[in-house]
């Protein structure tokens, strides 16, 4: 068997990032300018990462930007206030608050207080719940670019065995509902499952978000598989480095797979990617208007 086609996520991503661009050039001769903020506490230096990469994209993509950067001690209340006047601001189509949170400060509080309508994050409970129903949602980003990935490789989906390994609300449930969407089959499994590697082997298409570095074998595959890899793990590597690895061992399922996606390089860009799509998509709705191709 040759090897697995390789998902190229950066090249995917860019080529959203474009569409997206070029759907934010109509919406301005329209008089309207997309707007996403986003929130910061504390100073994770990984945090900061991703809140500058956002940033840095947004604006390219023609698209206003706010950033919120507050101390590791903002209390809640205050957090609370700044979400609720976003909320009230109509330059703002889209609230991210980046996660982790610190500690002392209630996550789930946090996140169901963004207005639903420019929740582009996917986490309200509305939201989840309107994707649950088959109802117009905003849908959580990574989940989304799972799908835009696997898409890729086989426009239609209809009928295909679909096996998410996690079952977390940020990725794992909401990929489900998206995948019975389409029309697959799904099975729900995690680190729990009874056969694990079985219940994998039946798989058409297979979405690791488990967690576990390196946990989905080259041998739990059915041959031809189309792999979508939520993983990013850090394990140790030569020199005392670290490296990053996904939730599935890519020199053994790439041998066995039909397509995979590499980690990193694969699901990450298109995460941020779909947040600027459903940031315009937000702004659209916001204002009734027909949301653009993209």
């Known amino acids: 068997m040759t090897e697995a086609r390789i998902i190229d996520g950066k090249r995917i991503a860019a080529d959203l990032r474009a569409r997206v661009g070029a759907a934010v050039g109509g919406l301005k001769e329209r008089g309207i300018a997309p707007g996403l903020a986003v929130v910061l506490v504390g100073e994770d230096p990984a945090s900061q990462v991703y809140v500058g990469s956002k940033a840095k994209q947004t604006v390219e993509a023609g698209m206003r930007s706010f950033e919120h950067r507050l101390p590791e001690q903002t209390g809640e209340a205050e957090l609370l206030a700044l979400v609720a006047q976003l909320n009230a601001d109509d330059a703002v189509d889209g609230i991210l608050v980046q996660l982790p949170l610190p500690k002392h400060i209630d996550t789930t509080k946090v996140l169901e207080a963004i207005d639903p309508a420019k929740d582009v994050d996917g986490f309200h409970p509305i939201n989840a719940g309107r994707l649950a129903a ?59 499952t009874r ?41 140790p590597a030569a020199n005392g480095k670290t490296r990053l690895v996904g939730d599935v061992d890519f020199a053994s399922a790439k041998e066995v797979a039909g397509a995979i996606t590499p980690v990193p390089g694969g699901v990450g860009p298109m995460t941020v990617a779909c947040l600027l799509r459903n940031t315009v998509e937000a702004a659209c709705a916001r204002r009734g208007i027909a949301v653009p191709e993209m």
């Open 134 to 192: 088959g109802q117009q949602a905003l849908v959580a980003c990574t989940p989304l670019g799972c799908l835009i990935l696997a898409k890729t490789v086989a426009p239609s989906l209809k009928g295909m065995e679909a096996v998410v390994v996690g079952r977390s609300n940020i990725v794992g449930k909401p990929v489900a509902q998206l995948l019975l969407r389409e029309d697959c089959t799904v099975t729900i499994a995690h680190s729990r």
């Open 195 to 235: 056969d694990l590697p079985g219940v994998v082997r039946r798989a058409d298409l297979v979405i690791a978000a488990v967690g576990r570095p390196q946990m989905i074998e080259g041998s739990w595959l059915k041959p031809g598989a189309i792999v979508i890899d939520v993983g990013i793990n850090r394990i």
